[in-house]
């Protein structure tokens, strides 16, 4: 099965513009972005601990009251852990990301075949798979530091991404 996308040069470099925006900003504003990331998982974390926690206590006769309250205290113990030390979120989340970004890059890299026709995409999707691969491994060997080499990457690749996609817009993927 081959997956056909068909857009618009318009849409594209809408969509272009709002890429090379975004990584502007990333790029302007790395250093804060990776503790940034950390405290708002962090607040993510107690939210939906504390709502596990009045769900649980709201259940009635269900048998899950107990073990969900449990969940949303120890949810809550590692939110505040985490909103007291932004870096062991950054870790954690690092790691998650690292693998997820190893697979990410080895499926581009398959993927590149796909696009030979045009060999500037293709150029970039190895070079792009490549890269994905080499900084998932690096978020898991050193997850606070690759967290910051990722979000550096994350402004470039939308950079490129966005120059690319209002300067020459493909029709068909």
């Known amino acids: 099965m081959e997956f056909v996308w068909i857009s618009s040069p318009q849409n594209q470099r809408s969509s272009g513009l709002v890429a090379l925006i975004i990584g502007i900003i990333i790029l302007l504003f790395a250093p804060f972005v990776t503790s940034l990331i950390g405290v708002v998982l962090s607040a993510v974390v107690l939210v939906i601990s504390i709502g596990m926690i009045i769900t649980g206590a709201m259940m009635r006769g269900a048998g899950f009251g107990l073990p969900l309250i449990l969940l949303g205290i120890l949810g809550l113990c590692l939110g505040i852990t985490a909103l007291v030390s932004p870096d062991l979120a950054v870790s954690v989340l690092g790691i998650f990301l ?39 491994l690096f978020l898991l060997v050193s997850p606070v530091q690759g967290m910051q080499i990722m979000v550096f990457f994350l402004g470039c690749y939308l950079l490129v991404l966005g120059l690319l996609s209002i300067f020459r817009p493909r029709y068909t993927y």
Not at 112 to 127: E, G, Q, T
């Open 98 to 136: 690292g693998v997820w970004m190893f697979f990410l890059g080895a499926g581009q890299l398959l993927f590149a075949s796909r696009l030979s026709a045009d060999k500037l995409y293709y150029i970039l999707a190895l070079l792009g798979g490549t890269l994905t691969v080499i900084v998932g």
